[in-house]
Nanobody
Framework: QVQLVESGGGLVQAGGSLRLSCTAS????????IGWFRQAPGKEREFVGA????????SYEESVRGRFTISGDYAKETVYLQMNILKPEDTAIYYC??????????????????WGQGTQATVSS
């Protein structure tokens, strides 16, 4: 089992920044990829980006590319989602998830086996 805990959400004005954290525990050696997803009110959960566990080269969904950065501090077993130049449409609950098995930077929800509880990020206009 892998446990994931997100933190760092909050309320910020448009143009501002937030840094979300995802801390893993349990069977962390089994993790291959950490993905970030978000779900806005009334919408389906969508892929934001992903990073190989113990790696640095991340992939991003097009609407956040150039504004969001995923990085890891693996000594702390933590992956970060740095969100800059935030827009009201970035308002959502943000989730991190762990994929096992291979290091493909999956974008589908069903490729991730373990999920955190989510953290709310709200961007005001």
């Amino acid at each position: 089992q892998v446990q994931l805990v997100e933190s760092g959400g909050g309320l910020v004005q448009a143009g501002g920044s937030l840094r979300l954290s995802c801390t893993a525990s349990g069977r962390t050696p089994s993790i291959k990829v950490i993905g970030w997803f978000r779900q806005a009110p009334g919408k389906e959960r969508e892929f934001v980006g992903a990073i190989p566990w113990l790696g640095s080269r991340a992939s991003y969904e097009e609407s956040v590319r150039g504004r969001f950065t995923i990085s890891g501090d693996y000594a702390k077993e933590t992956v970060y989602l740095q969100m800059n130049i935030l827009k009201p449409e970035d308002t959502a609950i943000y989730y991190c998830a762990a994929a096992l098995g291979n290091s493909i930077l999956h974008s589908r929800l069903e490729d991730y086996a373990f999920w955190g509880q989510g953290t709310q990020a709200t961007v005001s206009s």
